[in-house]
């Protein structure tokens, strides 16, 4: 028997949240849809699938691997441009081993794979079709020589997602909410996640963030101090700012979408008020000493640095950077400034040098992210320029709180928050330096880890 898995929904029935995840790796109580279809059918004792996508295929494989992980064996299968379901099908059906079992893993259908495996001995028919209240579930099982010119549908929202009355029907009670849209999306993440808030293992939430019933935080996002969060889906690679209040939202980088309505928004819509009071120069005096009192305490781990760095880059210890700096002598702006990093991926040793830009007043020791000239002229939208409102720093909140995995627009709205909100960073940063984020370089999830013993 053959299971054919088909994750290669394209978003579309999503909006615009469809161009930033794939409907497959919608989380679900944290956990990506996908990874619960592969759980259930693992379940049901089946160890091995050909797993169909589509055009984002590295996506899916750079989160599922080959499916050692969860103890399956995932061969992945490129559904082409103008392939349906069926076309798919034919183009394996050499492959197809027996009868074969068609499950669409990226609408929902988990909670209803093992009664469906239960009964379907028991229904007569080329083509067994699961229904949820006489639509179809997405789960079909077929004999060898069905196929012909049957068809699948892939969308649970579009009009085609109708039963055919050629295949034997199998009602199934144990119905979840399909993932068709956004509204349905969150109505079934709230279900997945219960009465309390559900945390994926990978996620961060700050002590003092409130999350109420409803709320889901997924893998790499991150819901930084104060933040109030109620029946709030948080997509991955996602920071919710501190002290931002949320309600009924699916979240997703910058973008905001009301789960009743599908209407849009950004997070940087609710930027704070820009302060009146005029604010301390980033070059004053006791930022420059307290500079020269981190210079003075860095320096066991500078021979450290150029070694590690020397060993690591064939020689060479380090390179030259050129960052937006603090402008000298106060009074606001950015000018532009040499300095050098050293050549290793370990965030303390290869910040090293900047602490000399501290001392000089190009940098305080908290701020903004520094970015390069490049970089800073090329910001162009009215919250992305509030960063300017801040001195750029040494220490950022977006360097020690947003995930590394995220896209840079997720920095930059952090940026943009804590130059309005100017959160103090020494706690978090002192954490920070005593936690293996600032000694190790980051590094990607690799799917094809065994889980450990008691762990997820």
Do not use: C
């Not at 893998?219 to 009924?248: D, K, M, Y």
């Not at 760095?309 to 937006?324: D, F, K």
């Amino acid at each position: 028997m053959t299971t054919v898995l088909f994750a290669d929904r394209d978003g579309t029935a999503f909006g615009p949240l469809g161009a930033r995840i794939v409907p497959a790796l919608l989380p679900l109580a944290g956990v990506p849809v996908l990874e619960h279809a592969l759980e259930a059918l693992v379940r049901a004792g089946r160890r091995s699938a050909l797993l169909v996508v589509s055009s984002r295929v590295p996506e899916i494989e750079r989160r599922f691997g080959k499916g050692i992980r969860w103890g399956i064996a995932l061969e992945i299968v490129r559904r082409e441009d103008g392939e349906t379901t069926g076309d798919v099908l034919r183009r394996l059906e050499p492959r197809l081993d027996g009868e074969t079992i068609v499950v669409r893993g990226d609408v929902g259908i988990h909670a209803a794979l093992h009664e469906f495996l239960r009964k379907v001995d028991d229904v007569r028919g080329p083509i067994v079709a699961g229904l949820l209240g006489g639509r179809p579930a997405g789960v079909w099982r077929l004999l060898p020589g069905a196929l012909k010119k049957k068809d699948f549908p892939r969308e649970p929202g579009a009009a085609e997602w109708t039963a055919d009355a050629d295949y034997a029907a199998l009602p199934l009670t144990e119905g979840p909410v399909l993932l068709a849209d956004v509204a349905s999306y969150h109505r079934a993440d709230r279900a997945a996640a219960g009465a309390a808030p559900a945390l994926s293992d990978r996620a961060t939430v700050d002590g003092g963030a409130e999350l109420q019933g409803g709320t889901t935080v997924a893998e790499e996002a991150v819901v930084l101090s104060e933040a109030r969060l109620s029946a709030v889906s948080v997509l991955p690679r996602t920071a919710i700012p501190p002290g931002l209040a949320l309600e009924n939202a699916v979240v997703s980088g910058n973008l905001v979408v009301d789960a009743s309505t599908g209407a849009t928004s950004l997070l940087t819509d609710r930027l704070p008020a820009a302060e009146r009071s005029a604010e301390k120069s980033a070059s004053s005096s006791s930022n420059r000493g307290l500079g020269l009192v981190a210079l003075a305490l860095s320096f066991p781990l500078w021979p450290v640095a150029a070694i590690w760095s020397a060993i690591a880059n064939a020689g060479h210890a380090r390179h030259r950077v050129t960052l937006s700096g603090n402008a000298p002598g106060g009074g606001g702006g950015r000018t532009a400034f040499s300095t050098f990093r050293f050549e290793t991926a370990v965030p303390v040793l290869r910040d090293l040098p900047l602490l000399f830009a501290v001392v000089s007043g190009r940098l305080a020791l908290s701020g903004v992210t520094p970015l390069p000239p490049a970089e800073e002229a090329g910001l162009r939208e009215p919250w992305e320029k509030v960063r300017n409102e801040a001195p750029v720093g040494v220490l950022s909140l977006a360097q020690l709180a947003a995930p590394a995995s995220a896209p840079p627009e997720v920095a930059r709205l952090v940026d943009s928050f804590w130059a309005r909100t100017r959160t103090p960073l020494l706690g978090r940063a002192l954490s920070a330096l005593f936690s293996s984020r600032a000694w190790t370089a980051s590094r990607a999830w690799n799917p094809d880890v065994l889980r450990e013993e008691g762990k997820s």
